[in-house]
């Protein structure tokens, strides 16, 4: 394939013209995103939100695995129960 001989210095102007106005630009973006802080704060109500949100969470969790632990024994005793271990039940009689 042959290449046209005035295709060699458009494609010169067209490169030298975005390398002209894209460097200075890739520059400046580059000097903004710098300039940017690196950790943006937040604002003290969001911070004080974000605290309170934490701490139900864990309040949550917390009774979530207590429910689980009372499951796990009710189980257990269901379980005896029906095995015919009705002495493991406190105040049945056998």
């Known amino acids: 394939m042959r290449i046209p001989g005035e295709l060699i ?4 102007f067209v490169c030298g013209t975005v390398m002209a106005i ?6 400046a973006w580059a000097r903004r995103l710098e300039q940017q802080p690196p950790n ?6 969001v911070a004080a939100r974000l605290e309170r949100m934490e701490q139900a969470l864990d ?3 917390i009774e979530v695995e207590r429910i689980s632990e009372g ?7 269901l379980a005896e129960r029906n095995n015919g271990g009705h002495a493991a039940i406190p105040g049945r009689q056998p």
């Open 40 to 45: 943006p704060t937040l604002p003290p109500e």
């Open 9 to 12: 210095p458009i494609t010169l």
């Open 22 to 27: 894209g460097v200075p630009m890739a520059r």
């Open 59 to 61: 309040s949550i969790a």
């Open 71 to 77: 499951q796990r024994f009710t189980t257990k005793l």
